[in-house]
């Protein structure tokens, strides 16, 4: 769908730009277009080309609305009917307007409003605030417009860095937009219309690197259906899914449903209609999964709106055979959401940073994009990304890699205009920036047969174990994933599967590939809980111990044919006897933290083997470390 500027301003008492001080539903006070004038003849030539609208030309549209202003010269809607026609042409909206505000015609300060974002949308700023001036004084939202117009000047004057980079390996004459790029900055998928026409038979397409150069947009085979339209496709941040935007299809719930497919061994599936309540009979577009896997952001012009579109979200559930499984969406609120449209969310790999499009903000006349942040669990007022990343032409999607230095973003290409939408790469500047996160790889096997599996594997932080970082599922041909870290910090990491045994361990931001095997559940099959923690020479679980005890507890809750014995281990610092007791009752800490979680006792039985069963030297504060354990074994 083709994102215009959108002049008409409906409601400016109490309105701004955009930004209202009370916003309402869009449902509610809704304004109403009425024709207003004492002229019988002007009504009728009026109402009669608004009915005839639809058949008549634009050239004869436009001279019948100059004989009814001709017969009543203060009839704003004649006025106000040619500036909509005109949309495409700011100078003539600009000359109907100005002769609207000569003739004092009706709602002049409303006319005035539509003039100044006209001169906006053509990048004359100066032109617009003289302008905005204009409304009268005794209108109540004269200062907070006059403000915020002189913001948008303030951020002129204070350019932020951008030297956007053309694609020229990967771009064609034909239009691509709505970027996506893995975190690794090794997947690149877009939107591109084929007819070079932007949003006309659209396409699924994407490039690998190749001696770090992007090659050329291949079309996805698999998701393209030379019958309809797919198109605002976004791809998870481990490339494990692709969600994309399908219209009118034989299974569609709406005008344009979300989809999904999986990735599997280099190959995607296919296509999946996300369903109810995720889809609606209304119109949705622009989804995002998170990196946690555990959310996606979301278009809608479903009810209630603020304004346009807005954003949704709902939470997700990553199901063992790759199924997604999603919550009844929620509205993202009015401190997001603006009274026109708000559109194309990215969330960031830190699952705190969000970006996206929005025309209602303040912004300098087309699409700008904007960042807002989660703080204590509420996202924060948007701000505008800056002059001249935003200017008067419109943004046609964003995104970033994982570290948060680098993004794409797509703009019309003023150097080639036959090229028209093209794919930049561009620099991000620290104020933007997300927290920077690292992508950690590996793979999962089965421990007994050493073949790949396709496994759950959760990162998490030891400080906030409630929440996932990431979760993702392992290929399940070539055992193959993706997770994701931040750069600083102590992190776990949770690998399972239904019939084998979990694994547990920290996880750091080394580029090392991880291999991780699972064993199948079997009498005598053993596993260390890593991500079990203790204070020196005490049995007190610490709290980051916590998502480990759950861990164990969701196994003993699946499992309930399974009876296990804890076992505990110490190093050699300090006695034999102490560290005997030590060890026992280190595992009986464990057992009892089960027993309360409701884990029956005779399920249950625990043991401590002291310093007797070492698994690395003693002589390292390492392989000390590894000694200091605790075990359970399947009975």
């Known amino acids: 769908?083709?994102?215009?500027?959108?002049?008409?301003?409906?409601?400016?008492?109490?309105?701004?730009?955009?930004?209202?001080?009370?916003?309402?539903?869009?449902t509610q006070n809704k304004a109403k277009s009425k024709t207003q004038t004492n002229s019988l003849k002007a009504k009728q030539i009026y109402n009669a080309a608004i009915k005839k609208s639809s058949t008549m030309s634009a050239e004869a549209f436009v001279t019948e609305m100059r004989k009814a202003i001709k017969a009543d010269k203060q009839f704003i809607d004649p006025y106000w009917a040619i500036a909509k026609s005109k949309l495409d042409k700011p100078n003539e909206v600009i000359e109907i307007l100005s002769l609207a505000i000569k003739n004092?015609?009706?709602?002049?300060?409303?006319?005035?409003?539509?003039?100044?974002?006209?001169?906006?949308?053509?990048?004359?700023?100066?032109?617009?605030?003289?302008?905005?001036?204009?409304?009268?004084?005794?209108?109540?939202?004269?200062?907070?417009?006059?403000?915020?117009?002189?913001?948008?000047?303030?951020?002129?004057?204070?350019?932020?860095?951008?030297?956007?980079?053309?694609?020229?390996?990967?771009?064609?004459?034909?239009?691509?937009?709505?970027?996506?790029?893995?975190?690794?900055?090794?997947?690149?998928?877009?939107?591109?219309?084929?007819?070079?026409?932007?949003?006309?038979?659209?396409?699924?397409?994407?490039?690998?690197?190749?001696?770090?150069?992007?090659?050329?947009?291949?079309?996805?085979?698999?998701?393209?259906?030379?019958?309809?339209?797919?198109?605002?496709?976004?791809?998870?941040?481990?490339?494990?899914?692709?969600?994309?935007?399908?219209?009118?299809?034989?299974?569609?719930?709406?005008?344009?449903?979300?989809?999904?497919?999986?990735?599997?061994?280099?190959?995607?599936?296919?296509?999946?209609?996300?369903?109810?309540?995720?889809?609606?009979?209304?119109?949705?577009?622009?989804?995002s999964l998170s990196p946690a896997g555990d959310e996606i952001f979301f278009t809608s012009n479903r009810q209630p709106s603020f304004g346009g579109r807005d954003l949704w979200h709902c939470k997700v559930e990553i199901l063992e055979n790759g199924a997604l499984k999603f919550s009844e969406p929620k509205n993202m609120g009015n401190i997001i959401n603006s009274t026109r449209d708000d559109y194309t969310p990215y969330i960031h790999l830190d699952n705190q940073t969000l970006y996206f499009l929005s025309n209602g903000h303040i912004g300098f006349g087309g699409s700008d994009i904007f960042v807002a942040r989660k703080i204590d669990g509420k996202w924060g007022t948007p701000k505008n990304l800056g002059y001249p990343i935003n200017n008067e032409d419109n943004c046609y999607g964003f995104t970033l890699t994982g570290a948060g230095d680098k993004g794409y973003i797509s703009l019309k290409n003023k150097d080639m205009p036959s090229n028209g939408l093209d794919i930049y790469e561009l620099a991000i500047y620290p104020d933007i920036r997300p927290q920077v996160m690292s992508y950690v790889k590996g793979f999962v096997f089965d421990a007994d047969t050493k073949q790949p599996i396709g496994a759950t594997v959760e990162t998490f932080n030891y400080n906030n174990s409630q929440n996932a970082i990431a979760i993702t599922l392992s290929d399940r041909k070539s055992g193959e994933f993706t997770t994701f870290i931040p750069d600083t910090g102590l992190y776990g990491l949770n690998v399972r599967k239904s019939g084998y045994l979990f694994y547990s361990s920290k996880i750091n931001n080394s580029k090392g590939i991880l291999k991780v095997y699972l064993q199948p559940i079997k009498s005598g099959k053993k596993i260390v809980l890593n991500n079990i923690f203790f204070d020196f020479n005490s049995y007190e679980l610490d709290p980051k111990s916590e998502k480990e005890i759950m861990q164990l507890y969701s196994f003993l809750k699946k499992n309930p044919n399974v009876s296990i014995e804890i076992v505990?281990?110490?190093?050699?610092?300090?006695?034999?006897?102490?560290?005997?007791?030590?060890?026992?009752?280190?595992?009986?800490?464990?057992?009892?933290?089960?027993?309360?979680?409701?884990?029956?006792?005779?399920?249950?039985?625990?043991?401590?083997?002291?310093?007797?069963?070492?698994?690395?030297?003693?002589?390292?504060?390492?392989?000390?470390?590894?000694?200091?354990?605790?075990?359970?074994?399947?009975?």
Not at 2 to 24: D, N, P, S, T
Request: charged letters at 25%.
């Open 1 to 26: 769908m083709k994102y215009r500027l959108l002049v008409l301003f409906l409601v400016i008492i109490g309105c701004a730009i955009g930004v209202c001080a009370q916003k309402k539903s869009k």
């Open 104 to 287: 004092d015609a009706q709602k002049k300060d409303e006319t005035i409003f539509r003039l100044a974002e006209t001169y906006k949308s053509i990048g004359d700023y100066d032109k617009a605030l003289s302008t905005i001036m204009k409304i009268s004084a005794s209108n109540p939202a004269k200062t907070q417009i006059v403000g915020q117009y002189t913001e948008l000047l303030q951020m002129m004057k204070s350019p932020v860095p951008f030297e956007p980079k053309n694609l020229i390996y990967a771009n064609s004459e034909r239009d691509e937009y709505f970027p996506s790029v893995t975190a690794d900055d090794e997947i690149l998928s877009v939107t591109r219309s084929e007819f070079g026409n932007y949003s006309s038979n659209e396409d699924l397409y994407f490039s690998k690197k190749v001696n770090n150069n992007w090659g050329p947009f291949m079309p996805i085979n698999e998701l393209n259906d030379p019958s309809f339209n797919e198109g605002s496709q976004t791809i998870s941040a481990d490339g494990r899914y692709m969600f994309f935007i399908a219209c009118n299809r034989p299974d569609g719930l709406g005008s344009c449903d979300i989809y999904y497919s999986i990735n599997t061994n280099g190959k995607w599936s296919k296509p999946i209609n996300a369903g109810r309540p995720l889809n609606s009979a209304d119109w949705e577009s622009n989804p």
């Open 568 to 635: 505990g281990h110490t190093d050699n610092i300090g006695s034999e006897n102490s560290n005997l007791v030590l060890s026992e009752n280190r595992a009986l800490s464990v057992m009892q933290s089960l027993i309360k979680k409701g884990i029956p006792y005779n399920r249950l039985s625990y043991k401590g083997m002291g310093l007797s069963q070492p698994i690395a030297s003693n002589n390292t504060e390492e392989g000390r470390e590894k000694n200091r354990r605790v075990e359970f074994v399947i009975k």
